[in-house]
């Protein structure tokens, strides 16, 4: 575990005790980061993954979709005009 240098501006403005407190608390945290392993975020960026790619597959369905109510109503446009 690295050390932590405290400025002696927070020493002396919070005092001893505060950023004593401080620090462990900042140390938990690195703790618990340092818990997650390379496998976990693998699995987690893989999740993603997989949910980005479905959002993917339906935004293009539904582009085609508009596409394809945008097409009909140009061609329903053109006959009645050319009518």
Do not use: C, H, Y
Not at 46 to 55: F, K, S
């Amino acid at each position: 575990m690295g050390v932590i240098a405290i400025p002696r501006v927070l020493r002396e403005k919070f005092g001893d005790e505060p950023v004593e407190a401080l620090v462990d608390v900042i140390n938990k945290v690195k703790s618990s980061w340092d818990s997650v392993t390379k496998a976990d975020l693998a699995e987690e960026a893989g999740t993603l993954r997989v949910e980005i790619a479905n959002v993917k597959a339906d935004i293009i369905k539904w582009m085609f979709l508009f596409w394809i109510g945008q097409t009909a109503e140009i061609v329903a446009l053109f006959k009645f005009f050319i009518k």
